[in-house]
């Protein structure tokens, strides 16, 4: 076949086993897997390299205003580009709905701001008003547009829905094959929390941490479960933050709950102490769920081998250390008024290769299905997360010898830090294509600005989920059990 590149030589990773050959492409997609392939416009030599899947970031804030009104400091072009550079061939952000709009408005929004995107891209819906309207109109617009996954929130007042608008979105996602995330904390423990350490006059950064109690968590994540079950539709908890929370997850979704969740390079790789950094230092390192401890790190470790989590993502929420970012509240503001989240992804998958597969932690296979194949599958990207004929040619060829120090200008995003600076990386992607287009070639970038697409999600993959009983609610409501 007269292939447009092909890719020699590389040591090919799927999730499922690793061997050595050759990738031929043709016309932006995989046609072709096998040795000694010939011929091919361009020749990219892949030998002593490590091939992949492109990876898929699903858990990023670009282009996004938070409830508080902060705009995160990098849009589609800057957060796909900084996305490419940690290996990434696809990213899903978030297009958030602000309380009255319409669903149709907030996906306009976001359709323009993707336009500067490098990468293909999709988003999923953040809902904070779920009216009847929302629910009538708004979700199914949304799942007509190829919006297959929806996120809610059970904390923060702007944000959070109530576990009754929680159940009519699980409804509504049910009945058309969509997932539910959920940012799962127990409202009034952290805002009576933050109420004991306002009247103490505790409200530097390091108290962050213990405004959001590991309980916190643990109790909207079996909260969230039970109401996933009764509603009997798939649910995906973001960011897992604890061991009582990863424990829940595993011991649900073993029993045959439609669970699905992630963690965060963060919440392995820091701790609440970088929270006590001098001055206001520890402002770069507030994140909501917050750090937690070192013995948090080895649990988390330990699920991410074991299979309780389906991906790795970054949480990436940037905003830069000054007025416009972190301190748009003042130099000196208290935790609460500080902006919530932190930069990385540049460093998920760096990360997890030199602390997860370099390390021992993780094999290969599982480094591919933790960093694209599961969101793929979770997120319904049909085309995208697998390296096999007929899928598109997203893929990243790392150099797994690369020994680096990280620095900010690695990062290649709008920031003016990033909490991981300083930490000693083994393994780094070359070249990422899109689509069969070199994103990154060798290191540089080759992309130009606009060259991803919106891409349409199908619904999400339950296949391997055990099939459980039909839930109460059916036998209550005499429901329609075809609906799934
Ligand atoms: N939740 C996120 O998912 N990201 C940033 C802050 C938050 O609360
Ligand atoms: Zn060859
Ligand atoms: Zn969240
Ligand atoms: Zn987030």
Same mark, same amino acid.
């Given at each position: 076949?007269?292939?447009d590149?092909?890719?020699h %030589?590389?040591r090919?990773?799927? +999730?499922? =086993?690793?061997?050595?050959?050759d990738?031929?492409?043709?016309?932006?997609?995989?046609a072709?897997l096998?040795?000694?392939?010939?011929g091919? /416009?361009?020749?990219?030599?892949?030998g002593?390299?490590?091939?992949?899947?492109?990876?898929?970031?699903?858990?990023?804030?670009?282009?996004?205003?938070?409830?508080?009104?902060?705009?995160?400091?990098? #849009?589609?072009?800057?957060?796909?580009?900084?996305?490419?550079? $940690?290996?990434?061939s696809?990213f899903?952000?978030?297009?958030?709905?602000h309380?009255?709009?319409?669903?149709?408005?907030?996906? =306009?929004?976001?359709?323009?701001?993707?336009?500067?995107?490098?990468?293909?891209?999709?988003?999923?819906?953040?809902?904070? =008003?779920?009216?009847?309207?929302? &629910?009538?109109e708004?979700?199914?617009?949304?799942?007509?547009?190829?919006?297959?996954?929806?996120?809610?929130?059970?904390?923060?007042?702007?944000?959070?829905?109530?576990?009754? $608008?929680?159940?009519?979105?699980?409804?509504?996602?049910r009945?058309?094959?969509?997932?539910?995330?959920?940012?799962?904390e127990?409202?009034a423990?952290?805002?009576w929390?933050?109420?004991?350490l306002a009247?103490?006059?505790?409200?530097?950064?390091?108290?962050?941490?213990l405004?959001?109690?590991?309980?916190?968590?643990?109790?909207?994540?079996?909260?969230?479960?039970?109401?996933?079950?009764? /509603?009997?539709?798939?649910?995906?908890?973001?960011?897992v933050?604890?061991?009582?929370?990863?424990?829940?997850?595993r011991r649900?979704?073993?029993?045959?709950?439609?669970?699905? %969740?992630?963690?965060?390079?963060?919440?392995?790789?820091?701790?609440?102490?970088? &929270?006590?950094r001098?001055?206001?230092?520890?402002?770069k390192?507030?994140?909501?769920?917050? &750090?937690?401890?070192?013995?948090?790190?080895?649990?988390l470790?330990?699920?991410?081998?074991q299979?309780?989590?389906?991906?790795?993502?970054?949480?990436h929420?940037?905003?830069?250390? #000054?007025?416009?970012?972190?301190?748009?509240?003042?130099? =000196?503001a208290?935790?609460?008024?500080?902006?919530?989240g932190?930069?990385?992804?540049?460093?998920?998958?760096?990360?997890l290769?030199?602390e997860?597969? *370099?390390? $021992?932690?993780?094999?290969?296979?599982?480094?591919?299905?933790?960093?694209?194949?599961?969101?793929?599958?979770?997120?319904?990207?049909?085309?995208?997360?697998?390296?096999?004929?007929?899928?598109?040619?997203?893929?990243?060829?790392?150099?797994p010898?690369?020994?680096?120090?990280?620095?900010q +200008?690695?990062q290649h995003?709008? *920031?003016d830090?990033?909490?991981?600076?300083?930490?000693?990386?083994?393994?780094?992607?070359?070249?990422?294509?899109?689509?069969?287009a070199?994103?990154?070639?060798?290191g540089?970038?080759?992309?130009?600005?606009?060259?991803?697409?919106?891409?349409?999600?199908?619904?999400?993959? *339950?296949?391997?989920?055990p099939?459980?009983?039909?839930?109460?609610?059916?036998?209550?409501?005499?429901?329609?059990?075809? &609906?799934r």
């Amino acid at each position: 076949m007269d292939f447009d590149t092909v890719i020699h %030589s590389g040591r090919i990773a799927t +999730a499922e =086993d690793v061997f050595t050959g050759d990738i031929g492409i043709k016309d932006g997609r995989i046609a072709a897997l096998g040795e000694k392939l010939s011929g091919g /416009a361009e020749r990219i030599d892949a030998g002593g390299r490590i091939v992949v899947p492109g990876g898929i970031e699903a858990h990023a804030h670009i282009a996004q205003e938070s409830s508080a009104g902060v705009m995160s400091a990098d #849009d589609y072009y800057s957060g796909s580009v900084s996305a490419a550079f $940690g290996g990434n061939s696809a990213f899903i952000p978030f297009a958030a709905q602000h309380r009255g709009q319409s669903i149709d408005e907030v996906l =306009d929004t976001y359709d323009a701001r993707g336009q500067r995107s490098v990468l293909d891209y999709s988003y999923h819906l953040i809902i904070s =008003d779920p009216s009847e309207q929302v &629910l009538a109109e708004g979700l199914p617009q949304a799942f007509a547009r190829g919006i297959t996954s929806f996120k809610v929130f059970m904390t923060y007042d702007l944000m959070n829905i109530g576990d009754e $608008g929680m159940l009519d979105i699980l409804e509504v996602a049910r009945a058309h094959g969509a997932i539910t995330m959920v940012h799962a904390e127990n409202n009034a423990m952290v805002k009576w929390m933050n109420r004991k350490l306002a009247d103490r006059g505790l409200t530097a950064p390091r108290y962050h941490a213990l405004s959001r109690p590991e309980l916190a968590e643990a109790e909207a994540i079996h909260r969230a479960i039970q109401l996933a079950k009764l /509603a009997d539709a798939p649910i995906f908890i973001v960011h897992v933050s604890t061991e009582a929370g990863a424990d829940i997850v595993r011991r649900e979704k073993f029993a045959g709950a439609k669970v699905f %969740s992630e963690t965060c390079p963060q919440y392995l790789a820091l701790t609440r102490d970088d &929270l006590d950094r001098p001055g206001m230092e520890g402002a770069k390192f507030v994140c909501s769920p917050p &750090l937690r401890g070192p013995e948090t790190q080895a649990a988390l470790w330990h699920h991410m081998a074991q299979g309780t989590f389906e991906s790795l993502s970054s949480d990436h929420a940037p905003y830069r250390f #000054d007025e416009t970012g972190k301190f748009l509240n003042g130099a =000196d503001a208290p935790y609460p008024k500080i902006a919530n989240g932190m930069p990385g992804i540049a460093m998920r998958l760096p990360y997890l290769f030199s602390e997860g597969v *370099m390390a $021992g932690r993780i094999t290969l296979e599982r480094f591919v299905a933790l960093s694209s194949t599961n969101a793929a599958k979770t997120f319904g990207c049909t085309t995208k997360g697998r390296i096999a004929p007929g899928m598109d040619a997203d893929i990243a060829i790392w150099n797994p010898e690369a020994e680096w120090t990280v620095t900010q +200008a690695d990062q290649h995003d709008n *920031m003016d830090y990033t909490p991981f600076e300083g930490m000693r990386i083994t393994g780094r992607p070359e070249t990422v294509l899109s689509r069969g287009a070199a994103v990154i070639r060798d290191g540089e970038l080759q992309a130009t600005e606009g060259q991803g697409r919106f891409f349409a999600r199908a619904p999400v993959d *339950m296949s391997g989920i055990p099939a459980v009983s039909g839930p109460e609610f059916d036998r209550a409501c005499n429901f329609d059990t075809e &609906l799934r």
